[in-house]
């Protein structure tokens, strides 16, 4: 076992629940010094404090023992799913569901939207930030999210907002899932025909049907959906929060073989993916 990284662990968990050394200490009626050994590696709590402490930290002993690393790139286990770490910053990480984990319209309406203001944001941040349990909840920290305008579209991204839980915009997706420079170079993909699944490159005759990037990052940005009626998982489209083409009725969305739609769907598709995205206290 690893006493630096257990260490570590136990830290944390005081800290998130608000204990310093010595109340820590007082609690499983051992000394302050004890705790301090513990956090700094030196020793390991011994198997028959093991339970209590783990009842105290609102924890499993596992979870103690084998403390989950977190780097850029890992699946982690967080509330009900699975989250992959996109990046991290000192004591935070910023992750994204692993898989689509429901669908859902972005905003209810036919209506010019923006994330400020679209219903998706408001189940995020309220009945799903609240399926979290107390002990979860405090390790989502607000984020205040800044934007850009479409640059295929020009269309503008609205007001900055801070938020519990949120979704990726365009930038965020090439910048954590990878960027062909597609999107800079203007270089759009679109299907030959309603009926073709191929994607061709679209050229001044067929500017308009240019709507997504399509690249060797398509397998990063693919996400996969358990469809609970057949207990099997298929790709599925998921949405982004940037503003979609010419008026805001529609937001861009990540493909079912992992294109970008730049241009978007309409806002009120019901079969569209969510993957949630926040910033994890670590």
């Not at 924890?59 to 991290?88: C, N, Q, Y």
């Not at 909840?137 to 305008?149: A, H």
């Not at 907002?161 to 979704?167: A, G, N, P, Q, R």
């Not at 910048?175 to 009926?195: A, I, P, Q, T, V």
């Amino acid at each position: 076992m690893d006493n630096i990284g257990i260490g570590n662990q136990i830290l944390l968990l005081r800290k998130r629940n608000g204990f310093t050394q010595e109340e820590l200490a007082t609690k499983l009626e051992i000394s302050a010094q004890a705790i301090s050994k513990w956090e700094n590696g030196h020793t390991l709590p011994e198997t028959a404090v093991l339970p209590q402490l783990a009842r105290l930290l609102n924890t499993s002993i596992d979870s103690i023992l084998m403390p989950i690393v977190i780097k850029e790139g890992a699946i982690i286990p967080f509330g009900k799913h699975k989250w992959r770490v996109l990046k991290t910053d000192g004591n935070s990480a910023l992750v994204i569901t692993e898989s689509v984990i429901e669908t859902r319209p972005y905003h209810e309406e036919f209506v010019q939207i923006t994330w400020e203001h679209c219903d998706l944001r408001k189940y995020l941040n309220t009945q799903f930030y609240e399926s979290f349990d107390p002990t979860d909840r405090v390790r989502i920290l607000e984020t205040r999210l800044t934007d850009c305008d479409n640059h295929w579209y020009g269309t503008k991204w609205g007001n900055p907002t801070v938020d519990k839980i949120f979704l990726l915009s365009i930038n965020e997706v090439l910048e954590y899932f990878g960027d062909s420079g597609d999107l800079r170079k203007n270089k759009r993909w679109h299907y030959k025909s309603m009926e073709s699944n191929e994607l061709v490159i679209s050229d001044e005759e067929h500017w308009d049907w240019g709507q997504c990037i399509n690249d060797q990052y398509n397998d990063t940005r693919k996400a996969l959906y358990h469809k609970v009626y057949n207990a099997g998982w298929d790709a599925k489209c998921w949405w982004l929060r940037s503003p979609g083409i010419h008026v805001r009725h529609t937001t861009p969305i990540v493909g079912k073989i992992g294109e970008l739609f730049v241009c978007g769907s309409d806002v009120y598709d019901i079969e569209i993916g969510v993957r949630p995205a926040l910033w994890l206290s670590i």
